[in-house]
């Protein structure tokens, strides 16, 4: 390594300030954004230049330095996403934002992206964008992950009303996903085929926990919201407009509305219990979590899990099922994993399937799909 080259944190490392953020930067922008944003990769490769080195912008600097001061990000890409999501939520608001064209057009060009037009985007008397950047959080309300439960449910012999389901989403942001019955399927099995998900559902539950949770019928919070979503990718802007009108009917209509706790993961395996009990004795509780892990002190994701586990061996077979759709160490890729309870104590853990972080095909693993649909069949 060459005097002064930046040294690279460690996964899973607290990220204070800048600390690291030029490599965070460039590291974002290969394994997130290259071949898939290029306004995003323009402007990630160009900050590294204002922020760091010799024509970096010290105001710009300063700024960053102040208002991450008494934060701590764990994930690489935090800073990275929420500086993205900082800037696209201004553009939106105003088409004479010097990013405009770049970040909040349907077809953007990524050659509007320039140095200076960054420079006056991060200029410290832009006093929202700053405040954001102080108190935001990248909140990614991507509905196409609600197969994390709705696949599983179908599994589980829970169509058609044959058995009520609670519904817990940890590390929910907004909590669409919750509402994800009441919006059309997306998904597709490895060979093209739709893929079979919980239709006709009983849901008596929808409760979700978030550190700092979402409210959808709040202006400010789905502006966040649309801007976390990539310049350009208009079908996925499409998903979540719809989804904030389910959101908001949702509260209205028939069945169990969505309640949004302030809560951090690692005191959700406490509130499980009480929420068990609620659902009736043929109920099923599937607690689930998308792309949430990275974003955790460590310490605190340990005691999560353990609790998790605990709960889980308490539960009799059949009743429940903690579902993870985390990242896996292959770019934009998940992989769902599925913890229930084996009756005797103790649990069992399978990974069900693969697919993109934005999920539209499911790389359906047979064996493990049906070992997970056979713990929810009477023994015998």
Same mark, same amino acid.
């Given at each position: 390594?060459?005097?002064?080259?930046?040294?690279?944190?460690?996964?899973?490392?607290?990220?204070?300030?800048?600390?690291?953020?030029?490599?965070?930067?460039?590291?974002?922008? #290969?394994?997130?954004?290259?071949?898939?944003?290029?306004?995003?990769?323009?402007?990630?490769?160009?900050?590294?230049? /204002?922020?760091?080195?010799?024509?970096?912008?010290?105001? /710009?600097?300063?700024?960053?330095?102040?208002?991450?001061?008494?934060?701590? !990000?764990?994930?690489?890409? +935090?800073?990275?996403?929420?500086?993205?999501?900082?800037?696209?939520?201004?553009?939106?608001?105003?088409?004479?934002? %010097?990013?405009?064209?770049? !970040?909040?057009?349907?077809?953007?060009?990524?050659?509007?992206?320039?140095?200076?037009?960054?420079?006056?985007?991060?200029?410290?008397?832009?006093?929202?964008?700053?405040?954001?950047?102080?108190?935001?959080?990248?909140?990614?309300?991507?509905?196409?992950?609600?197969?994390?439960?709705?696949? %599983?449910? =179908?599994?589980?012999?829970?169509?058609?009303?044959?058995?009520?389901?609670?519904?817990?989403?940890?590390?929910?942001?907004?909590?669409?996903?919750?509402?994800?019955?009441?919006?059309?399927?997306?998904?597709?099995?490895?060979?093209?085929?739709?893929?079979?998900?919980?239709?006709?559902?009983?849901?008596?539950?929808?409760?979700?926990?978030?550190?700092?949770?979402?409210?959808?019928?709040? +202006?400010?919070?789905?502006?966040?919201?649309?801007?976390?979503?990539?310049?350009?990718?208009?079908?996925?802007?499409?998903?979540?407009?719809?989804?904030?009108?389910?959101?908001?009917?949702?509260?209205?209509?028939?069945?169990? %509305?969505? #309640?949004?706790?302030?809560?951090?993961?690692?005191?959700?395996?406490?509130?499980?219990?009480?929420? !068990?009990?609620?659902?009736?004795?043929? &109920?099923?509780?599937?607690?689930?979590?998308?792309?949430?892990?990275?974003?955790? +002190?460590?310490?605190?994701?340990?005691?999560?899990?353990? &609790?998790?586990?605990?709960?889980?061996?308490?539960?009799?077979?059949?009743?429940?099922?903690?579902?993870?759709? =985390?990242?896996?160490?292959?770019?934009?890729?998940?992989?769902?994993?599925?913890?229930?309870?084996?009756?005797?104590?103790?649990?069992?853990?399978?990974?069900?399937?693969?697919?993109?972080?934005?999920?539209?095909?499911?790389?359906?693993?047979?064996?493990?799909?049906?070992? !997970?649909?056979?713990?929810?069949? %009477?023994?015998?």
């Amino acid at each position: 390594m060459a005097p002064g080259t930046p040294t690279p944190l460690e996964e899973g490392a607290a990220r204070r300030g800048i600390e690291g953020f030029e490599l965070d930067l460039q590291r974002t922008e #290969e394994g997130h954004f290259r071949g898939r944003c290029l306004p995003y990769v323009r402007a990630l490769t160009l900050l590294r230049g /204002i922020v760091a080195g010799p024509d970096a912008v010290e105001p /710009i600097v300063a700024n960053l330095k102040r208002v991450w001061q008494m934060r701590t !990000f764990y994930a690489y890409y +935090d800073r990275p996403f929420v500086v993205l999501a900082a800037l696209r939520a201004e553009a939106l608001a105003s088409a004479q934002h %010097p990013l405009a064209r770049a !970040f909040a057009t349907e077809a953007p060009d990524a050659l509007a992206v320039t140095r200076e037009g960054l420079v006056q985007a991060l200029s410290p008397a832009r006093t929202g964008l700053w405040s954001s950047l102080a108190t935001r959080a990248p909140q990614t309300n991507e509905v196409s992950r609600a197969v994390v439960w709705k696949w %599983p449910a =179908e599994l589980a012999g829970c169509s058609n009303r044959a058995r009520p389901i609670g519904l817990v989403d940890v590390g929910a942001s907004g909590g669409l996903n919750l509402i994800a019955d009441r919006l059309p399927d997306l998904w597709e099995g490895p060979g093209g085929a739709p893929l079979r998900v919980g239709v006709g559902l009983d849901v008596r539950l929808r409760v979700a926990f978030d550190l700092n949770p979402l409210d959808f019928r709040n +202006d400010r919070d789905v502006a966040w919201a649309r801007a976390c979503i990539w310049p350009g990718d208009v079908r996925r802007v499409e998903r979540f407009e719809r989804a904030v009108r389910e959101w908001c009917a949702s509260f209205t209509g028939p069945g169990a %509305p969505p #309640e949004l706790h302030a809560l951090n993961a690692s005191l959700v395996p406490g509130r499980l219990p009480a929420l !068990f009990a609620a659902l009736p004795a043929n &109920g099923v509780l599937f607690v689930y979590q998308t792309v949430m892990r990275e974003y955790m +002190d460590p310490a605190k994701r340990e005691r999560y899990e353990d &609790g998790m586990r605990r709960w889980l061996a308490t539960v009799p077979r059949g009743r429940a099922a903690w579902l993870e759709a =985390e990242v896996t160490p292959h770019p934009a890729t998940l992989a769902l994993a599925a913890h229930v309870p084996d009756g005797g104590g103790g649990v069992r853990s399978m990974t069900l399937a693969l697919m993109h972080v934005h999920p539209g095909v499911v790389d359906t693993y047979a064996q493990a799909a049906a070992e !997970f649909a056979g713990c929810f069949k %009477p023994a015998g």
